[in-house]
């Protein structure tokens, strides 16, 4: 990694495995098959910190009753993702359903500001390995064969190049970034859950 570059690990922090735990039993105690919802990689607000993705410490306390001793700041994909979640009838049938993840677990941060895995060309190429073997043992955990990218762009893109070198799904679908909504389409905000409630409710048991 370049000396400018942080890498977020919440895994290995004992608040972010606590918090996983409780999350991960209390919704995923199942053989269910999944919608897998692929993200670009942990922010520090959100997976960052809790390492559930798009759950920030707010979110975590307040829609999945799972209390938690991190700083509570608030996460502007969490926000759209959780109102998302509850027009697909809440948490516990949309985790039911769905399974949110990301191309690479850990994130990246420069000068304290998020950073993307697609941001640094030597990362993408010298991690493809990695990221795609975190990707395929999720795989194991019970996938549909249609996933979903968020964002429509350089994460969709790479997906489709990833997914037709090892084949991890039978279709990758792209959906628009929930921070992307919140940060330049917020007046269309209903719009955007419509769109996503339509894409996912037909794969709900």
Avoid at 24 to 37: A, M
Avoid at 43 to 64: S, W, Y
Avoid at 91 to 117: M, Q, R
Wanted: hydrophobic share 35%; proline share 5%.
């Amino acid at each position: 990694m370049p000396d400018n570059i942080q890498v977020l690990c919440p895994h290995r922090q004992k608040d972010a495995q606590k918090a996983m735990k409780q999350f991960y039993t209390k919704y995923y105690s199942d053989e269910n098959k999944r919608t897998y919802l692929i993200g670009i990689n942990p922010g520090r607000l959100g997976a960052g910190t809790t390492g559930i993705p798009f759950t920030d410490p707010i979110r975590l306390l307040e829609i999945c009753g799972i209390n938690n001793s991190f700083e509570k700041k608030a996460e502007l994909s969490s926000k759209f993702v959780y109102q998302m979640i509850a027009a697909c009838g809440g948490a516990e049938s949309f985790y039911a359903n769905c399974y949110f993840t990301s191309v690479s677990p850990l994130g990246f941060t420069k000068d304290g500001k998020n950073l993307n895995y697609y941001d640094l060309r030597e990362l993408q190429e010298s991690w493809e390995g990695f990221m795609v073997e975190a990707l395929q043992r999720q795989l194991k955990f019970g996938c549909r064969q249609v996933a979903f990218s968020l964002g429509q762009g350089k994460n969709y893109h790479y997906l489709q190049m990833i997914n037709q070198k090892y084949g991890l799904f039978a279709e990758i679908r792209p959906l628009p970034h929930p921070r992307w909504i919140m940060q330049y389409r917020l007046k269309k905000l209903q719009e955007f859950l419509d769109l996503y409630k339509s894409q996912l409710i037909p794969f709900f048991n």
